[in-house]
C-alpha cells in the first residue's frame, strides 16, 4: 500500500501517541503536528477509509492491526537510510534526518531489505543474513532484540 508522506506523519504520530499509552484525539495530534483540527479530521477520514486505524467522531483514534504494521515499518525504513546517511556517510544529524525522511519513501522494499543488511554488518550491530524482510513485522523485531555477539563474523 502506497501512502503520502503526510498519511505517514499521521501514522507514526498516532503509532508513537500509543506506544506512550495515550488517548489519541484529533486535537492532540492537531497541535503535535501543528495542523488545523479540520485539516487533522480530514487526513484521519481518509487513513480510515485505507483501514489503517479506527476513529468515531468526537471519539478516540487507535491504529488497526495494519495500521500499526506500516507505522512500524515506516519507522524501521526511517532508522535504516538514517543510519546509512548518518553513520556510514557521516552526514550531520539535521542533515541525516531531513535526507532520511525524504528517502525512505522512494525506496522499494528489496533497496531497503539490502541497505538494512549493508548498514547492520558494516556498523556491527546485527547480523540480518536470515533473510530479512522489512514487509515482515518478525523480522523487524527480531532484527531489534539479536544483537550481534562478540566474535560473530
Known amino acids: 500500500m502506497k501512502i503520502s508522506n503526510v498519511q505517514e506523519e499521521y501514522l507514526k504520530t498516532i ?3 500509543e506506544k506512550d499509552n495515550k488517548k489519541v484525539r484529533i486535537t492532540d495530534i492537531a497541535k503535535k503536528l501543528n495542523k488545523t483540527k479540520p485539516t487533522v479530521n480530514y487526513a484521519i477520514n481518509s487513513l480510515k477509509e485505507e483501514g489503517l486505524l479506527n476513529y468515531q467522531v468526537y471519539g478516540n483514534i487507535s491504529l488497526t492491526k495494519d495500521g500499526e504494521l506500516l507505522a512500524i515499518k515506516i519507522l ?10 548518518n553513520e556510514i ?3 550531520d544529524e539535521k542533515e541525516a534526518e531531513i ?7 522512494s525506496l522499494s522494499d528489496e533497496t531497503l531489505n539490502k541497505l538494512a543488511v549493508y548498514v547492520h554488518k558494516t556498523l556491527g550491530l546485527y547480523d540480518l543474513d536470515c533473510g530479512y524482510n522489512i514487509g515482515n513485522y518478525r523480522c523487524i523485531k527480531c532484527s531489534r532484540r539479536t544483537k550481534k555477539k562478540e566474535g560473530d563474523k
Open 15 to 17: 503509532y508513537l501517541f
Open 76 to 85: 524501521e525504513a526511517y532508522d535504516i537510510v538514517y543510519l546509512f546517511l
Open 89 to 91: 556517510l557521516k552526514l
Open 99 to 105: 535526507e532520511a525522511e525524504k528517502m525512505k519513501q
